[in-house]
């Protein structure tokens, strides 16, 4: 039996005969090492790094991955022969997966197994439920047995046969029909066409019916619109002052507004008792979560710019634990990150909108790495960062500067699905707009990073990357 590695020829390459070239190897044990490896000492494909003595090496398979010019020094004792090699070029239908849809795109995946010569093919179409004539859209896009790797962080990845793509220019808060069908001239093998319903993401909103809670500085004076509060935690949670801080009695409720009234808040956070309620690691940490129609919304009032200044404090805003929320028209200044929303392998918040903010001096604007965070939506803001504002000066050291230190990392970063990051002016940060380098893809779903608009943003005089998406 013919064999490539511990596997029969027919099982690893099909069931279908096809004439190729391929090599018998006598005494290939030697070269195996040198065969199956790149420069950086990592696995070309796995079934490469099994072959051992008296196996068959398939030329054309291993064509797919390395130089064949550099094979033949090592072929001195190789046998050349035709034989008969089967492939898979039907394509058998598997599961179809609908990827949460954003505000006017929706995506697709449908798996797949055979088409070896990758010739199939699915075509696209749709309507709003409340229409009658389809509309073609782009065909789905075939992918599969890519490798993705990187030698110093151990990471390699082949992509899973299937086919991927989106319908582009939906509108926000309407369902459409979509349906999709697949062709191959070899055969198809499973139901060829798939009809699904899709929902795009309607815009957030304030919710109209909840309470409306009024926050002052400390240091105001004038009158007052009820109920108030001194300090955004005050609002937020109740009262609570030093070791208090975590009593929490009269917390918000969903679908409650907080209006932050012009001023400054800046706390002092080795004041034991400082009236902002500020722990001694200086944070605003928010628990609390809203729903889909009742977010918590903490916006300015409009009399005057509310500015948040965390005196150089780590996180400013910490939203990790808190679902739809809703931060407009705010001014958060001074701190490392403006924003913090989520962790790999800790925790994340969904549903976050960040609109119309000025997010300035600061190291970075906003960022999640939680891969089960949904539905972001950051957009309208400024955000002004520490790096040179007057140079561009790489970080490599390959200029007359010499590298330029990472002062602002980036503007945005996020992992998870479902966001939408559009219309910010992003200036003087290493990167501007990122998906995180988060390594190898969940296996659960639900956890995969798809389905993220990134679109009408004004990045500025980044040192690396204005958009970096090699993470996703």
């Not at 859209?137 to 075939?142: E, G, N, V």
């Not at 944070?283 to 729903?291: A, K, L, N, P, Q």
């Not at 389905?451 to 970096?468: R, T």
Request: aromatic share 12%.
């Amino acid at each position: 039996m013919w064999a490539l590695g511990d596997r029969p020829l027919p099982e690893v390459i099909g069931s279908k005969p096809v004439p190729v070239i391929s090599a018998a190897i006598v005494g290939f044990g030697e070269f195996r090492g040198r065969l199956s490896k790149n420069i950086y000492g990592e696995t070309l494909h796995p079934s490469l790094d099994r072959l051992g003595n008296g196996h068959v090496l398939n030329l054309a398979y291993l064509d797919r991955f390395m130089n064949f010019r550099l094979l033949c020094p090592f072929l001195t004792t190789a046998l050349i022969l035709a034989i008969p090699v089967f492939a898979d070029d039907a394509v058998s239908t598997g599961d179809f997966i609908v990827e949460p849809a954003t505000f006017h795109n929706a995506g697709f995946e449908w798996k797949l197994s055979g088409d070896d010569n990758r010739n199939a093919t699915v075509s696209v179409r749709f309507r709003a439920l409340d229409e009658s004539a389809w509309t073609e859209a782009q065909p789905l896009l075939r992918i599969g047995d890519e490798k993705v790797w990187r030698a110093r962080e151990y990471l390699e990845y082949w992509t899973p046969r299937m086919f991927a793509g989106s319908i582009f220019g939906l509108e926000p808060g309407k369902t459409y029909q979509c349906a999709f069908e697949m062709s191959d001239p070899d055969g198809v093998n499973g139901s060829a066409k798939q009809t699904v319903e899709v929902t795009t993401r309607a815009y957030p909103k304030t919710y109209a019916g909840g309470r409306v809670l009024h926050v002052y500085p400390p240091n105001y004076e004038g009158p007052r619109e009820e109920p108030s509060f001194t300090g955004l935690l005050e609002a937020y949670y109740g009262p609570g002052l030093g070791d208090w801080d975590v009593v929490r009695t009269r917390p918000v409720n969903p679908g409650d507004t907080i209006l932050v009234h012009a001023g400054l808040y800046r706390a002092d956070r080795r004041d034991y008792v400082n009236p902002h309620q500020i722990p001694f690691h200086g944070s605003y940490v928010f628990t609390r979560d809203g729903t889909a129609e009742k977010p918590i919304t903490i916006k300015a009032a409009g009399d005057g710019e509310a500015i948040f200044d965390g005196d150089n404090v780590y996180k400013l805003f910490d939203v990790m634990a808190a679902d739809h929320h809703i931060f407009e028209g705010l001014t958060l200044r001074n701190a490392e990150i403006a924003v913090y929303a989520g962790l790999k392998d800790v925790l994340g918040c969904s549903n976050l909108t960040v609109k119309n903010c000025r997010l300035e001096d600061v190291g970075i604007g906003v960022h999640n790495e939680w891969a089960g965070s949904k539905d972001f939506y950051i957009t309208d803001n400024v955000m002004i960062g520490r790096d040179d504002h007057y140079r561009l000066n790489g970080w490599n050291g390959m200029t007359t500067y010499g590298p330029s230190p990472v002062n602002s990392y980036y503007g945005v970063k996020v992992y998870g699905s479902g966001h939408v990051i559009s219309h910010n002016k992003v200036s003087f940060f290493h990167d501007g707009i990122c998906i995180s380098t988060y390594g190898l893809p969940e296996e659960e779903q639900d956890l995969k990073c798809v389905s993220i608009d990134i679109h009408n943003n004004d990045v500025f005089l980044s040192v690396d990357d204005f958009i970096e998406t090699d993470g996703g």
